[in-house]
């Protein structure tokens, strides 16, 4: 087996190429050539002779989506082999006599055609993995009626991700989050020639206002935030940051000087989606798209996408909107004269936008292709106001970084939140400049621990808290209570009743104390 990806454990681009050749030369100038051409579109390429060893590396894949490249004398033999496994996306037959290979290929749904040359592959490979990522889109569907939902019961991708986007747009740290972005991609794509290239040039021409450009490019920027966006992956996305901030602020911008406005009130986007998420739409209610989400003003390219297959169902979705943009809470506008595909008339909605499913209908002569008519929910939407009220009522301090992980905490991300709150505390001003914000940071990482039963970490915590809060507050003041129940509690988890009563009895003197107080103010 030849290797031509740096070795790491997760792939951010959800899709390799497996190209398997008994006779394959791994110092040939042209198989290199072809590797690196292949790599323009996917950074994993994985090239195999041994027939065993390729099967083996196969069928240990779980969750990355695989284009397989195979030499027409080796594919009539393993096709059959893998063909039905899930995860192989699109098989491709490189051979010398493509006549031969067309016979037994044409009975193979996955096989995108026969080929002699690696630029025909390299252009199928790229209109597939387009195809691939719209349909690989973040979708969460919620029935209505959902005041039924508490914050421990609600889809937390539901709504999170709006609540998300404006906790990171709270964040000013441009120069040093680009930085961060900038580091972090390099790092990860250290033997891609043609990637770093492409890093430096973002390092080096970068402006807000390009930010549209460079999402719809194929390159770095679009194929690690879409991974980001589809996987919520919050450690991700927050070294993403300012880029997902200036994707959104340049739309925001766009959508108020109405300059970009669509004309029309209906917009299209085809795709497909696995069957068990086409079922969950019948459901109807609300719909929500995790990442920034492409449609088009031209219904019949639309329709070129609405693509159907064993484990996908056929949709296109027609979008109905108003002009009055501005009320909406998710930002839209027509980028066709900043994308790097002018022609395509496309509209691009912010991330985390939500939709009401109006109606599904079967698309005449499509087999297994439907129509689902969507509406952009506005800022007035009570059903909506109400999930993100769930979400939402724990979290006290909606500012940058402690948004965040208070955010991470109440949706039972306990991990990321310890991350955003001990980022936090590098801070080494927040001690002497704010220190009972630092005491409720304290508490809050210690009711984490608690939550993830590491008892000895929460007590640790909760009194670095309840230091800070006797040294600072009255000593009947309510949050000293507070921490003390919150002490007491965790010793009644270890069963330490002994140590508990102290704290409960010093929480209930409290109590008394203020009672009495406010009796005689009375």
Same mark, same amino acid.
């Given at each position: 087996?030849? =290797? ?103 009975? +193979? ?24 990522? !719209? =349909? ?21 991708? *539901? ?32 033997? =891609? ?28 920027? @679009? ?14 996305? @927050?070294?993403?940051?300012? *880029? ?29 989606? !696995?069957? =068990?998420e086409f079922l969950q739409l019948q459901q109807n209610g609300f719909l929500s798209f995790s990442n ?32 009055? %943009?501005?009320? @909406? ?13 002018p022609i395509e008339k496309e509209v691009l909605f912010s991330m985390g936008s939500i939709f009401r ?6 698309? /005449? ?5 439907? !129509?689902?008519k969507l509406m952009l929910t506005d800022t007035e939407d009570e059903e909506l106001i109400t999930l ?7 979290? %006290? ?7 965040? $992980? ?7 991300? +306990?991990?990321?939140?310890? @991350? ?10 927040? /001690? ?67 140590? $508990?009563?102290?704290? *409960? ?18």
């Open positions: 087996m030849i =290797n031509s990806t740096s070795n790491r454990e997760i792939n951010l681009e959800n899709c390799i190429v497996i190209w398997l050749d008994a006779t394959i030369n791994q110092t040939d100038n042209a198989t290199q050539s072809s590797v690196n051409d292949l790599r323009h579109i996917v950074d994993g390429v994985f090239t195999f002779y041994d027939l065993d060893q390729c099967i083996d590396y196969i069928t240990d894949i779980n969750d990355e989506k695989v284009f397989f490249i195979i030499s027409g004398s080796i594919g009539i033999d393993i096709v059959p082999l893998i063909h039905e496994l899930q995860h192989i996306e699109s098989i491709y037959v490189f051979c010398c006599n493509t006549h031969i290979h067309e016979q037994w290929s044409k009975h +193979y749904l996955k096989i995108r055609g026969v080929y002699n040359h690696i630029h025909s592959i390299c252009y199928q490979l790229k209109r597939d993995i387009i195809q691939l990522s !719209r =349909n690989s889109i973040s979708i969460q569907v919620i029935p209505s009626n959902s005041g039924q939902y508490d914050n421990n019961k609600l889809p937390v991708s *539901f709504i999170y991700l709006q609540i998300l986007r404006n906790a990171l747009f709270q964040l000013d740290d441009f120069d040093i989050a680009k930085k961060e972005m900038i580091e972090f991609c390099r790092q990860y794509y250290v033997t =891609n020639i043609s990637e770093l290239r492409l890093i430096d040039k973002f390092e080096a021409n970068y402006e807000p206002t390009q930010a549209i450009w460079w999402y719809t490019g194929n390159s770095f920027v @679009y194929k690690m935030l879409n991974q980001a966006l589809r996987s919520q992956d919050i450690d991700l996305l @927050y070294k993403f940051r300012f *880029f997902i901030k200036d994707l959104h602020v340049q739309l925001v911008t766009l959508c108020i000087s109405m300059l970009n406005t669509p004309n029309t009130n209906i917009l299209y986007r085809g795709q497909g989606m !696995r069957r =068990n920034f989400l492409s449609t088009t003003m031209d219904k019949a390219l639309a329709e070129i996408y609405v693509q159907t297959s064993q484990d996908t169902v056929g949709v296109l979705f027609e979008i109905e909107g108003s002009e009055d %943009v501005v009320k @909406y809470n998710t930002p839209f506008t027509c980028i066709e004269n900043l994308s790097h595909f499913i109006k109606s599904i209908v079967k698309i /005449e002569n499509k087999e297994d292709c439907y !129509r689902v993100g009220k769930c979400l939402e009522k724990d979290i %006290v301090d909606k500012n940058g970084l402690f948004y965040l $992980a208070a955010l991470m905490r109440v949706i039972g991300k +306990y991990d990321k939140a310890i @991350y955003f709150y001990q980022l936090l505390l590098k801070n080494s001003s927040l /001690e002497s400049n704010n220190p009972l914000h630092l005491s409720i940071i304290y508490n809050d990482i210690g009711w984490t621990y608690k939550e993830q039963e590491d008892y000895t970490k929460a007590l640790e915590f909760y009194r670095k808290a309840l230091d800070i809060d006797e040294k600072y507050l009255p000593e009947n003041h309510e949050e000293i209570a507070t921490v003390c129940s919150n002490i007491g509690t965790v010793y009644c988890q270890q069963h330490m009743l002994d140590e $508990a009563l102290i704290y *409960f009895e010093r929480v209930t003197k409290i109590h008394q104390s203020r009672y009495q107080n406010h009796h005689i103010l009375d």
